[in-house]
C-alpha cells in the first residue's frame, strides 16, 4: 500500500533533508519540520538566514582541516597556542570536543576520518600528508594521536607513526581505560584490560 502525502511538496522536502541530519531519522525530522513552522517567524526565517550565511562564509582551514569563517582558522590565527604539539584527531567534532575540556592549547590537524581498506578509505584519501609536511617543517616536538580507539582509529594511528619514523618527535595517544565517575562493574573487558594496560603510579 503506497504511502499517502500528508503535506505539499516543499514541507516534505524539507522533512526529507531534516532526515538526512545525523541524529535525526523520518520522525524526529516530521516534529522538527512541524516546530520550525509552528514557529516560523521566531525560529524558521533567522535559521534560514543563518544557513545561507554560513554556506556562504564557512570554509575548511588549509592549515588544520577545522572549518571557521577565516582561513586560517580562529585556533591557527591564535598566537597563545603551543606550536610544538600539534593534536591529530579523526573528525572536527573531535577537535571541538576536546577545545571544550580546555585541557590544552596546543596546535591541532584534522584527518578527516580514519583508513578504512574495506569501505576504500586509503592514506590519500586523508588529510595525511599535509599532517606530514607540518612535521617535515620542524618546530613540532610532540604529536598527540587523539584517534578512537576503535580497528580503523588505531590503524590510522599505527600507519603514521610509521610515516613519521626517524624523525625527532615525541608520538603519544590518549590514554584509554576507566572514565572520571566510572564504575568498574560497567565497563566492558576491552576497556579494562585498557585500563589496566595504562596503569598509573599513584
Known amino acids: 500500500m503506497a504511502s499517502r502525502r500528508i503535506a505539499g511538496p516543499e514541507i516534505e522536502r524539507l522533512i526529507q533533508l531534516l532526515a538526512r541530519v545525523p541524529g535525526l531519522g523520518p520522525r524526529s525530522a516530521r516534529r522538527a519540520a512541524l516546530h520550525l513552522i509552528k514557529k516560523k517567524e521566531a ?34 590565527a591564535d598566537p597563545g597556542r603551543d606550536d610544538a604539539t600539534i593534536i591529530v584527531v579523526e573528525d572536527v567534532a573531535d577537535l571541538w570536543a576536546l577545545e571544550r575540556a580546555g585541557a590544552m592549547k596546543a596546535r591541532y590537524h584534522v ?50 607513526t610509521d610515516r613519521l619514523e626517524g624523525l625527532e618527535l615525541k608520538v603519544t595517544r590518549l590514554a584509554h581505560g576507566v572514565p572520571v565517575g566510572g564504575e568498574l562493574d560497567y565497563l566492558d ?9 595504562a596503569r598509573t603510579r599513584l
Open 43 to 76: 525560529l524558521m526565517a533567522p535559521l534560514s538566514a543563518a544557513i545561507a550565511e554560513a554556506l556562504q562564509k564557512v570554509r575548511v582551514c588549509s592549515t588544520c582541516g577545522n572549518v571557521d569563517t577565516s582561513d586560517p582558522c580562529t585556533i591557527c
Open 111 to 160: 584527518l578527516g576520518g580514519t583508513l578504512s581498506p574495506l569501505d576504500g578509505v586509503g592514506p590519500d584519501d586523508l588529510n595525511i600528508a599535509g599532517l606530514i609536511d607540518r612535521v617535515t617543517k620542524g618546530g613540532v616536538s610532540e604529536l598527540i594521536i587523539a584517534v578512537n580507539a576503535t580497528v580503523e582509529g588505531q590503524t590510522t594511528a599505527h600507519y603514521i
Open 189 to 197: 573487558e576491552g576497556t579494562l584490560s585498557a585500563a589496566l594496560r
